[in-house]
Each structure stands twice: as structure tokens, then as C-alpha cells.
């Protein structure tokens, strides 16, 4: 097995929040501003993903799967819309939970 790179890390939370092992890329949570808007709060997620996959060298392109998690499950469209304009047709496999 090749070695696991921690490419960042969070020392007040404990954990990683992106990891290299093998050939996979595994990202932790993705939040920001939290209190704005739905639209604000995901498409600013998506910018703290988009960074963390820069720090291996990825783009959202690179994006398999990804879980959601909602307060609103009426929110769901408003990510259809955001991931449209983000992802630019390379859509990944998504799991929504409320």
C-alpha cells in the first residue's frame, strides 16, 4: 500500500480535512458562510472544495460523489442550480440527506 498524505489538517477539530491515499482523494466537510443565504451557503462550500482540491493539484472536475446534508430538504433545487453552474456537465453521483 502507498503511503496516506494528510494534505491539511485541522488541529482544533482533530481530523483531516483532505487526504491522499492511493489514487483517491478523499475530502471532509465543506462549509461556509454559514448564516447567509442557501445559495450563499452552498456555492461557498463548493469554493472550499474547489480549494482543497487545488491543494492535489484537482478540479471539481475530479468530483465522483459527494453527500449532502440539509436542514430544508426544499432546498434540493437550489443545488441542482448551483452544481449546473459549477460542475459545467460533469456532474458527480450525489446523496441528499435532511
Request: proline share 1%.
Amino acid at each position: 500500500m502507498s503511503e496516506i498524505r494528510r494534505i491539511e489538517t485541522d488541529e482544533f477539530w482533530a481530523d483531516s480535512t483532505i487526504i491522499e491515499a492511493g489514487d483517491y482523494i478523499f475530502v471532509g466537510y465543506c462549509m461556509a458562510n454559514e448564516g447567509n443565504s442557501v445559495n450563499e451557503q452552498i456555492d461557498g462550500a463548493f469554493t472550499v472544495l474547489e480549494t482543497r482540491l487545488a491543494m492535489a493539484g484537482l478540479g471539481l472536475d475530479s468530483v465522483v460523489k459527494m453527500d449532502c446534508l440539509f436542514k430544508d430538504i426544499s432546498d434540493l433545487n437550489v443545488l441542482a442550480e448551483i452544481i449546473k453552474k459549477r460542475f459545467k456537465e460533469k456532474y458527480p453521483v450525489r446523496k441528499v440527506f435532511t
